[in-house]
C-alpha cells in the first residue's frame, strides 16, 4: 500500500445498492450478526428487515458510529473500536457481514481472526470485496503527484507495478478464497457482485435505466459473471 494508514473507504449505502447486496445474502439472515466496518448504518435496517434478531456494528471511525446511531433502528447497537480488538466476548454472533472493508484493513488475518473469534462455531463470515476480474479500479490510485478514480484496466496489471500505488486492495477470487480459508473458515459460496450505478451522473439516464432493470440476470451467467466489480465469499466457521 502508498500509504501507512490505510484508506477507509466511502460508504457504499446507496437504496438499490443496499438492497440488491443483502438480497443476495438473505438466506443466510438469521440470529444476531456482527457488521465490521459498518461505517454510518446505511445496509444495517435492511438486514434486520431481511430477516436479523439484531445488529452490532462497529468501525474505526467515530463520526461515522455517531452517525450510524442518529439512525435511532431497534436491534442494532454501534461501537467505536480500534481496528484491533473488538469489544465482544467469544461465539456471541451467528454471523459476520464484511463489505469492502477487508481490502481496508492494515492487518487482514488479524482481522478475520479477531471476527472468527466472537462468531459462535457453524456461524457464516461474508466478505464482499473488489474484484480483480473487473477492469476498473474504483479506489485512488496514485499517478505522479496526483491520484485516478476510477482507473481503467489498473486491476489488470501485474500487482508489482500497482502495488505502491493502490489506495486499498483488490482480489483474484481464488486470493480471497484463500485468505478467507486459510482464516479458519470452509468455503459456502463464492459469487459475485455487480455495480449498480447509482453514483455516476455523468452516465446517460436511460442506458442506467435499462442497465438496473437487468443487472440481476447476469448474476449466475456462467462466464460473464465473473467481470463483477467485486467477489462475495461465504465461509463457515467449523462446529466444534
Same mark, same amino acid.
Given at each position: 500500500?502508498?500509504?501507512r494508514? #490505510?484508506?477507509?473507504g466511502?460508504?457504499?449505502? !446507496?437504496?438499490? %445498492?443496499?438492497?440488491?447486496?443483502?438480497?443476495?445474502?438473505?438466506?443466510?439472515?438469521?440470529?444476531?450478526?456482527?457488521?465490521?466496518?459498518?461505517?454510518?448504518?446505511?445496509?444495517?435496517?435492511?438486514l434486520? &428487515?431481511?430477516?436479523?434478531?439484531?445488529?452490532?456494528?462497529? *468501525?474505526?471511525?467515530?463520526?461515522?458510529?455517531?452517525? &450510524?446511531?442518529?439512525? /435511532?433502528? =431497534?436491534?442494532?447497537?454501534?461501537?467505536?473500536?480500534?481496528?484491533?480488538?473488538? #469489544?465482544?466476548?467469544?461465539?456471541?454472533?451467528?454471523?459476520?457481514?464484511? %463489505?469492502?472493508?477487508?481490502?481496508?484493513?492494515? *492487518?487482514?488475518? @488479524?482481522?478475520?481472526?479477531?471476527?472468527?473469534?466472537? +462468531?459462535? #462455531?457453524?456461524?457464516?463470515?461474508?466478505?464482499?470485496?473488489?474484484?480483480?476480474?473487473?477492469?476498473?479500479?474504483?479506489? /485512488?490510485? $496514485?499517478?505522479?503527484?496526483?491520484?485516478?478514480?476510477? $482507473?481503467?484496466?489498473?486491476?489488470? +496489471?501485474?500487482?508489482?507495478? !500497482?502495488? /505502491?500505488?493502490?489506495a486499498?486492495? %483488490?482480489?483474484? =477470487?481464488?486470493e480471497?478464497?484463500?485468505?478467507?480459508?486459510?482464516? @479458519?473458515?470452509?468455503?459456502?459460496? !463464492?459469487?459475485?457482485?455487480?455495480?449498480?450505478?447509482? !453514483?455516476?451522473?455523468?452516465? #446517460?439516464?436511460?442506458?442506467? $435505466?435499462w442497465?438496473?432493470? %437487468?443487472?440481476?440476470?447476469?448474476?449466475?451467467?456462467? @462466464?460473464?459473471?465473473?467481470? @463483477?466489480?467485486?467477489?462475495?465469499?461465504?465461509?463457515?466457521? =467449523?462446529?466444534?
Amino acid at each position: 500500500m502508498r500509504n501507512r494508514e #490505510p484508506d477507509r473507504g466511502a460508504p457504499t449505502a !446507496t437504496p438499490l %445498492n443496499v438492497s440488491y447486496r443483502i438480497g443476495r445474502i438473505s438466506h443466510y439472515l438469521s440470529g444476531h450478526w456482527l457488521d465490521f466496518g459498518c461505517a454510518d448504518g446505511g445496509y444495517v435496517e435492511e438486514l434486520l &428487515a431481511r430477516g436479523l434478531r439484531a445488529v452490532s456494528g462497529v *468501525d474505526v471511525e467515530d463520526d461515522r458510529i455517531h452517525k &450510524a446511531r442518529l439512525r /435511532n433502528l =431497534p436491534n442494532a447497537e454501534f461501537s467505536s473500536f480500534d481496528g484491533v480488538t473488538l #469489544p465482544f466476548g467469544d461465539e456471541l454472533f451467528d454471523g459476520a457481514f464484511l %463489505n469492502e472493508v477487508l481490502e481496508h484493513v492494515a *492487518d487482514e488475518k @488479524g482481522a478475520l481472526s479477531e471476527v472468527r473469534r466472537v +462468531l459462535k #462455531p457453524g456461524a457464516r463470515l461474508v466478505v464482499i470485496s473488489p474484484n480483480r476480474w473487473f477492469p476498473v479500479e474504483g479506489h /485512488n490510485v $496514485a499517478i505522479g503527484s496526483g491520484t485516478i478514480c476510477p $482507473a481503467p484496466l489498473v486491476p489488470w +496489471l501485474p500487482e508489482r507495478l !500497482t502495488h /505502491n500505488r493502490m489506495a486499498a486492495r %483488490n482480489y483474484w =477470487p481464488r486470493e480471497l478464497e484463500r485468505i478467507v480459508r486459510e482464516a @479458519g473458515f470452509a468455503i459456502e459460496e !463464492t459469487s459475485f457482485i455487480w455495480p449498480v450505478l447509482e !453514483t455516476y451522473p455523468w452516465l #446517460p439516464p436511460r442506458g442506467v $435505466a435499462w442497465y438496473q432493470r %437487468n443487472f440481476r440476470r447476469w448474476d449466475h451467467v456462467p @462466464g460473464l459473471r465473473r467481470f @463483477g466489480v467485486s467477489t462475495l465469499v461465504v465461509g463457515v466457521k =467449523p462446529a466444534a
